[in-house]
């Protein structure tokens, strides 16, 4: 039986303002070799009427006080990090030296495109490599989130479509979508059409068939569609649902968040996808997160190529690369500059280090951590689909709830006195007391196992003693907080008064 794990001793750490004293320093500095001056006189009204009241602490103070600080954060690099759809993936330490490389780092992003070839071909090489595992006829690297370039995405299909002659404001997405979805519509001046759930969490071609007649039928902007979807499963349908949206005059927006389940093994462009973002967080090992910024490439067919974000990376006759600025028909810029270098370093040394073969191995071994999840826990927790979850688990608190009274919040909390951070809670939305875990490729099964005899441990627990899951956690520095009063009158800055 798993016991709650954090053993030894937790800090509790005051804020760094409340240690030291007056006159303490950890640094020693020369004699002023310039001459003083009377800041009053110097900056007049902007003067400071009061000292800035900064710690004075010593070294050791200083640097005990941030370790300290980093031993309450739960990290990948400690345990089974089970977020969901966020996905917490292990990032090999090499991806960090790749793009720690002086050459790279220090690059300056005004730099003339002649003087930076070897970064340029590096972004050329990885727009192409992200092209070849989507499927797609070319790659835009600007987008610097997957919201971002759901909104890119978006974008480009409008420009498509107003090429035409047409301004169709229909979109279609199923409840399993990302959430995301629907927003981007808004700020495209579009309209979200929502196509419900239906019990097998799969969308049919009848169920987008019927969703676009009851529209009338010709207003059909396009379809955005996530797959696999927020419940972990397959969209099987999908061939048969792009032709329908075609056939009606509509584009195919693909959520390619979860390229991580499906790469080596299918591409969505081969079907008919017209455009697709990719999470570089999510898929391809860039840090997620407080490790980030984010990065969200979209990949598309030949026929959107014209109106992709400009400047487009190119590589000319000669084989130099260069920014081609000569677009007439192109939505424009999305961000400053052309998107998250360092994030795109950390992709290619992925991509280069895995080789074909290898991220398809690294999706099948997704897939397989994530069903044996499934397998193990859909008769402790209830299994809101029937079908096999591809890359990640989602179950459901409602038969724990309605027998004892604990929650899924609870069961999240109790988690992290058994050592393992919580997964995603609460979504996909369309699930009652969801719990969506995703174990990603690099777990192995004593981890796993050991998170299984967890959830099954707390699952007895709420059986037998149901006020001590409700009331964890127990063994954390800080222990169940009132969240409703922490989000309605948060004290984000400390003042002397509050001591």
């Known amino acids: ?42 900056f007049g009204a902007l003067a400071r009427k009061e000292a800035a009241g900064l710690p004075e602490v010593s070294e050791p103070e200083a640097f005990r006080h941030f370790v300290r600080l980093s031993q309450w954060n739960f990290c990948i690099d ?33 730099t003339p495109d002649e003087l930076v070839q070897g970064s340029l071909e590096v972004m ?7 092209s070849a595992v989507s499927g797609m006829d070319a790659c835009s690297l600007q987008p610097s989130a997957g919201a971002q370039g759901e909104l890119t995405g978006l974008m480009m299909m409008r420009a498509y479509h107003e090429s035409k002659g047409r301004s169709p404001k229909k ?46 039928g010709d207003d059909v902007f396009g379809l955005m569609i996530t797959n696999p979807n927020t419940l972990g499963v397959y969209e099987k349908h999908l061939p048969e649902i792009i032709e329908v949206v075609h056939g009606k005059g509509g584009l195919v927006y693909g959520d390619g968040a979860n390229t991580n389940a499906i790469m080596g093994h299918a591409r969505p462009g081969d079907i008919g996808v017209d455009v697709i973002h990719i999470n570089l967080h999510k898929t391809f090992t860039t840090p997620h997160g407080g490790g980030g910024p984010g990065s969200g490439p979209v990949c598309f067919k ?36 052309y998107g998250n270098f360092g994030m795109f370093i950390r992709a290619y040394t992925y991509l280069r280090e895995m080789g074909g073969e290898g991220l398809k191995m690294a999706s099948a071994l997704a897939v397989l951590n994530a069903r044996y999840l499934w397998a193990m826990l859909k008769d402790t927790y209830a299994a809101p689909v029937p079908e096999a979850c591809m890359h990640e688990v989602v179950l459901s608190d409602v038969d724990l709830e309605k027998a004892t009274g604990v929650k899924t919040l609870d069961v999240a909390k109790r988690l992290l006195d058994y050592g393992f951070h919580a997964p995603t809670i609460y979504f996909p939305l369309v699930v009652p007391g969801a719990l969506m875990i995703e174990p990603t490729e690099t777990e192995t099964k ?14 007895r627990e709420a059986q037998e003693d149901p006020a001590l899951v409700k009331g964890a956690p127990h063994n954390t520095v800080v222990g169940r907080l009132d969240e409703a009063r922490a989000a309605r009158q948060p004290r984000l800055r400390w003042r002397p008064e509050a001591r």
């Open 302 to 337: 030949k026929h959107l190529e014209p109106f992709q974000p400009g400047p487009v990376l190119v590589r000319k006759d000669d084989g130099t690369f260069a920014f081609d600025r000569d677009r007439p028909q192109s939505i424009g810029r999305l961000r400053a500059f």
């Open 78 to 110: 400690s345990q089974l990090y089970p977020l969901g759809s966020c996905t917490m993936k292990y990032n090999p330490k090499i991806n960090e030296w790749a793009a720690r490389i002086p050459g790279f780092l220090k690059m300056h992003p005004e």
């Open 1 to 42: 039986m798993a016991r709650p794990q954090p053993q030894g001793i937790k800090f509790r750490e005051p804020p760094i303002f409340e240690r030291g004293t007056v006159g303490r320093s950890g640094a020693s500095l020369s004699p002023l070799d310039v001459p003083d001056i009377d800041p009053a006189a110097h």
């Open 124 to 130: 050329w090489h990885v727009q192409q490599m992200l």
């Open 171 to 216: 979109v279609f997405i199923p409840e399993s979508a990302h959430g995301t979805n629907p927003a981007s519509c808004a700020l495209n001046g579009l309209v979200a059409v929502k196509i419900e759930k239906n019990p097998g969490g799969i969308v049919t071609p009848q169920e987008v068939l019927a969703a676009i007649e009851r529209e009338g």
């Open 446 to 459: 004593e981890t796993l196992d050991e998170f299984i005899d967890a959830m099954k441990a707390i699952a």
